[in-house]
């Protein structure tokens, strides 16, 4: 399958690791993985804040139209592209059919929806709790995919994150315009991190991570965080 990878803003910039580990990861499974350089934002910020987003659709269709998949290893970007893309093509049929048409997935859906796959070859010998961000929860309704995902990896312990389905309180602006709020629920989520026992807390969503590990660093928990995609390449 001839795959493109959408890095998204937020990997390009501070985590492009999660990225390498796509791609690594696709081509160890046999798939050819495309690194589109043209490639911008989705235009989800703009979105999220009020601004219109338009402008942003097509450029994204003219870089990755033509694959067979699209993979985003960003649950909250990925729902960008599926879900408000054809609310903002509504008014141009043209535009609309060249949305519909696109196969946009978040890596766990690529993996066990489309390749087929749970069993990725992966080794990674350490306990882990997994964080189902907001996106991936309540938009993409990914489910249970990533929990199939993880307890494949070889020497991987993977014990329940208590309370999983509260938000962490990033909410990209949202942390910004109610700084007291957030860190009251980053704190409620570092402390049920901490109840696991878990070494690594892992998300599809390295915005979540950030905001969640930047808390678990200030406070030196010694509790890592990693990108699904970068667990599901460790071999």
Known sequence: MRIALFVTCVNDTLFPDTGKAVVRLLRRLGHTVDFPLQQTCCGQMHHNTGY???PMVEPFLDTFEGYDAVVVPSASCAAMVREAYPRLAAGDP??????AALRVHELSELLVDVLGVTDVGAYFPHTVTYHPTCHSLR??????????LLSAVRGLKLVDLPAADECC???GTFAVKNPAVSAAMCADKVGHVLNTGAEVLVAADNSCLMHIGGSLTRQRTGVRVLHLAEILAAT
């Not at 043209?94 to 949305?99: E, I, Q, T, Y």
């Open 139 to 148: 938009g993409l309704r990914v489910g249970s995919r990533p929990y199939a």
């Open 169 to 171: 309180g990033f909410g």
């Open 52 to 54: 219109d987003a338009l």
């Open 94 to 99: 043209a535009l609309a059919a060249r949305v």
